[in-house]
């Protein structure tokens, strides 16, 4: 049996039911994380439900539960399902009521849905490097909040797809952003360059433990706007994220990045991002 999470209740996915008037369902009126678990464990469970806590305060919504009860769910949720090595997803919709654009009055309560599933790490990838697109970044300017609204997210990340590559590099103009579903990072002369946290760009959780991991071993990080001809002109770039940690790009529309192998800074962080699993997970 899969159980989910419905509003508080652990239930068999099969019995799980949202309204056809969710507003999740016909606005995208919410908002959502995605934590990685290794060994049955949530890694940086505390910096996920945090941010998802600042989502729905930017987006107005307030959460019935404070991050403590919610992971203390999260975490009967995982033991349940029996999971290892996966995600726990979850999304906080602002509820149900007659479709209009106005939010709802004080009486209705937030939809709280989540689920697990097994998602192996992508070891094959990490160790040989993606390929990736470029993309024009029409998405809002509010890509800090982690909202359901991921159309632009999906148009960009299906032509990767469709191009045979794992992500799209977005930019506004000149200016990189990030990826479709992973932040962006370059390295020129062993310096981390990355787009600094503002409306721009999901700041995310594992971009902020690379950085942390930086400053701890004095490996040296801007964190500023960078051009496409910076992008081109990288040794190395790589894209981070829940599900695909550090990741090298080997090529950005067919041309190759450096020498087209991931490189020694990308593979140092890799370890190190490895090592910050480690200790909170357990060997993996
Ligand atoms: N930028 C975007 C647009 C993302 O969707 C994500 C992660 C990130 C950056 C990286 O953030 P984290 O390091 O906090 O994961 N997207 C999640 C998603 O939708 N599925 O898996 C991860």
Redesign the pocket.
Known sequence: MEYVIVNGEVMDRASAKVDIEDRGYQFGDGV???I?VYNGKMF?GT??LN?LVESAKKIRMELPYSPEALAGMLEQLIAKNELQTG?V?MQFTRGTSPRNHVFPGKDVAPTFVAYTRQVARPEESMQKGVRTILDEDIRWLR?DI?SLN?LG?LLSKQKAAEAGCFEAILHRGQTVT??????ISIIKDGVIITHPADNH?????????VLEVCKNEQIPFEERAYTLQELYAADEVFS?????EVMPVIEIEGKPVGNGEPGSVTRRLQELFKAEITQQCGQI
Do not use: A, M, P, W
Not at 178 to 183: D, M, P, R
Not at 201 to 209: A, P
Not at 240 to 244: P, R
């Open positions: 959502y994380e995605v990685r940086t910096e996920h941010r995600i997803y890509c982690k991921l997210n990030e990826g479709s579903h992973s932040n760009i999901l700041n995310g959780i594992t971009r902020q433990k981070s994220g829940t599900t695909v």
